[in-house]
């Protein structure tokens, strides 16, 4: 899977302010498909209207994107008992709604895919083979794989209603036979006043709403360099583990130190690293003035991050990782930092502007951050005060 690009967090709202109101958006892929695009919209406010355009439009491959839970309420089976992978594992069999005849109307398509998202929907509303294709998506959404099914599942539960987001791929009009991406997607979507999405920006907006680490321990830790307070994370979303270390009391101001776990230089302490000796210089000077912490963060991923790979790690790695956003969930846990309440996605702060590139959400260029020192190979952004 190709990098996920430095997410926006307003398109994000944007476009589950219009999945709310019943419009389809267009949502763009990771570079990993070559920036491909789908028709996503949530799949109980669906339409034989909506269909017949989306099927107008793309591949008519239609797909459902429901969680693990529903696929087993519903009987769900995959499609292959030996099919292996994130993408074709996550297909289930094909299903037609009862009594919607052939299937292969809009309208009876329509019909099996409201059913499909409908909590009040069981097994045996579906007859197997149809028309409709199944997908289910990796828990935690996603935060738990950034991919096209688990971004129009999460718009549609983002937009409080049922998880269920019906998709497919936009083809090109301009090259028959590929599927559109890049400047095409962007004419697509103004030609038909559609909001465009990207998967990072789903991550994004679910990075900033919602907690990304739990504290697990809490102990004192004697160190060569004085006293600290040694308090540990655990992500929510995956296997990484963090440790923050503080030295004195903690209010909005104390300073912040952000270290990127490196191997070579922490633990093998290569001479031609410099993280352990900037890591050791800041916790000596923390602990001189019993003020300060040192947020040690060890990202999935990003075991090996070190300084002497500056040239081989780029921002979009650690974007994707999530420093960011973990480095903020962990200081407002501690109270150096305003904690991220969830906001209302259904009444965002900046209106979808239209455009000649379809329609977007302004992103407002980050407020000037409070100064926090990172050594890191590629610094995430300093948390919003």
Do not use: K
Request: aromatic share 4%; with cysteine; glycine share 8%.
């Amino acid at each position: 899977m190709g990098l996920l690009r430095s997410g926006c967090p307003e398109r994000a709202r944007a476009a589950v302010e219009a999945v709310a109101a019943g419009r389809p958006v267009v949502l763009v892929g990771d570079a990993g498909r070559a920036g491909a695009g789908d028709i996503v919209f949530a799949a109980t406010v669906v339409t034989p209207a909506l269909v017949g355009f989306t099927v107008r439009h793309t591949s008519g491959f239609v797909c459902v994107a429901l969680p693990a839970e529903a696929c087993d309420r519903l009987g769900l089976d995959a499609m292959h008992p030996d099919a292996d992978g994130l993408d074709r594992g996550a297909f289930r069999v094909t299903v037609d709604l009862n009594g919607t005849g052939t299937g292969i109307s809009a309208a009876a398509r329509a019909a099996t895919i409201a059913a499909l998202g409908s909590p009040a929907s069981v097994a045996s509303d579906f007859t197997r083979p149809g028309h409709v294709v199944p997908l289910q998506v990796q828990p935690g959404g996603v935060l738990g794989r950034p991919g096209r099914a688990e971004a129009a599942c999460d718009l549609a539960q983002l937009a409080d209603l049922p998880a269920a987001g019906a998709l497919c791929e936009i083809v090109s009009q301009d090259r028959p036979g590929e599927l559109a991406c890049g400047a095409e997607l962007e004419r697509f979507a103004a030609e038909h006043d559609l909001v465009v999405v990207h998967i990072a920006d789903v991550v994004a907006l679910r990075r900033r709403s919602e907690p990304q680490v739990r504290r697990v321990v809490q102990t004192a830790l004697p160190t060569v360099h004085g006293r600290f307070t040694a308090i540990g994370y655990a992500s929510i979303w995956d296997a990484a583990e963090h440790l923050a270390l503080v030295a004195g009391p903690v209010d909005p101001a104390v300073p912040v130190h952000v270290h990127v776990e490196c191997l070579t230089g922490d633990v093998l302490r290569a001479t031609a690293c410099p993280c352990r000796r900037e890591l050791d210089d800041v916790m000596r000077r923390f602990a001189e003035a019993s003020r300060g912490i040192v947020v040690y963060v060890r990202p999935a991923g990003l075991a090996g991050a070190c300084a002497l790979r500056r040239a081989e790690i780029d921002r979009a790695e650690v974007d994707r990782a999530g420093v960011a956003a973990t480095v903020q969930w962990i200081l407002a846990d501690l109270g150096a930092a305003p904690a991220a309440r969830p906001e209302p996605v259904s009444a965002p702060r900046t209106r979808a502007r239209r455009s000649t590139s379809g329609r977007r959400a302004a992103c407002p260029p980050a407020s000037s951050p409070r100064a926090v020192r990172v050594s890191s190979p590629a610094p995430p952004a300093a948390p919003r005060r």
